[in-house]
C-alpha cells in the first residue's frame, strides 16, 4: 500500500493542529519542516504525537557527523520518528544519522533528487544515482525522490530496490498522484491539502492512492 504523508508546512500552531486532526483519518504520516517547527516551537511535536501518526522532521540534516548527530539526538528526544537527511555531505555524515535513527528505533530517509526545478543543476549527471547507492551503502530507511520526474524515480528505484521511496512533487509542483503512487512507497502531499477550502476532503481524495 502506497502512504499518504501529509507535509504541515503551515506557520499557525491553532491551524497546523486542526488541519492534521482533520486529515488524520485519511492519511499515514505527518511530515514537519522549518516552517513550522521555526515559527511554533518545537513543543509541536507534542500537540501532534497525540494523534498516533508517524512524525517525520524534514529537516534536511548537512553537516559533519558529529553535528548530525546531535541534531538527529535533538529530533528523536524531541519525539520525531524520522529524519531527513542530505547524503551529499558523503556517507560518514549520512550514516550518523542513521545510526541515530536505529538506535532510537526510528527511520532515516536520504534525498536522492529533489522535486524543484532547479534540482536538475546539480542532482542530474549521476549525482542522485550515487545518492542512492550511497543510501543503500549507508543502510538507510529509504530515499527522498521527485514526483515531478517520474521516469528518475522508475531509475532510483533499480539502485534502492525494497528500501522506501517517498516523494513530494504532486499537485503543486506539478506532479500526478496516481502516476507516482504506482511507483513509490509514500507520496508526500502538502499545498495541496493544507492550502484546500476544506484540508479533509483534500486528503480524503488523495487517501484514494492508498489502494
Ligand atoms: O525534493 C524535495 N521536494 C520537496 O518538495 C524534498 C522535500 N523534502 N520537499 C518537501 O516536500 C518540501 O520542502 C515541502 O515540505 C513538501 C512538498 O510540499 P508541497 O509542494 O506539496 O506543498
Known amino acids: 500500500m502506497t502512504e499518504l504523508i501529509l507535509s504541515l508546512d503551515v506557520l499557525d500552531r ?26 511554533a516551537g518545537l513543543s509541536i511535536v507534542e500537540d501532534l504525537a497525540g494523534l498516533g501518526l508517524p512524525l517525520i522532521a524534514d529537516f534536511k540534516v548537512a553537516d559533519i557527523p558529529n553535528t548530525n548527530r546531535l541534531i538527529c539526538e535533538a529530533v528523536f528526544a524531541a519525539g520525531f520518528d524520522a529524519v531527513i537527511a542530505h547524503g551529499f555531505v558523503g556517507a560518514d555524515a549520512a550514516r550518523a544519522c542513521v545510526e541515530v535513527a536505529h538506535n532510537h528505533s526510528g527511520a532515516a530517509y536520504i534525498v536522492a533528487e529533489m522535486s524543484h ?15 542512492a547507492e550511497l543510501a543503500v551503502a549507508c543502510r538507510a530507511d529509504g530515499i527522498i525522490a521527485p514526483a515531478t520526474r517520474p ?12 528500501k522506501a521511496i517517498y516523494s513530494p512533487g504532486v499537485g503543486a509542483q506539478g506532479g500526478d498522484p496516481d502516476t507516482v503512487a504506482r511507483l513509490v512507497d509514500g507520496v508526500i502531499v502538502g499545498r495541496s491539502i493544507y492550502e484546500a ?13 492508498r489502494r
Do not use: M, N, W
Not at 14 to 39: H, M, N, T, W
Not at 197 to 209: L, N, Q, T, Y
Open 14 to 39: 491553532k491551524r497546523a493542529v486542526q488541519i492534521a486532526e482533520s486529515c488524520a483519518p485519511f492519511i499515514d504520516e505527518i511530515k514537519v519542516g522549518y516552517p513550522l517547527v521555526l515559527s
Open 117 to 131: 526545478p532547479g534540482a536538475t543543476e546539480f542532482f542530474h549527471g549521476g549525482v542522485a544515482e550515487s545518492l
Open 151 to 162: 521516469e528518475r524515480i522508475a531509475r532510483l528505484r533499480e539502485i534502492v530496490g525494497e
Open 197 to 209: 477550502e476544506d484540508p479533509a476532503a483534500e486528503a480524503e481524495r488523495f487517501s484514494r492512492i
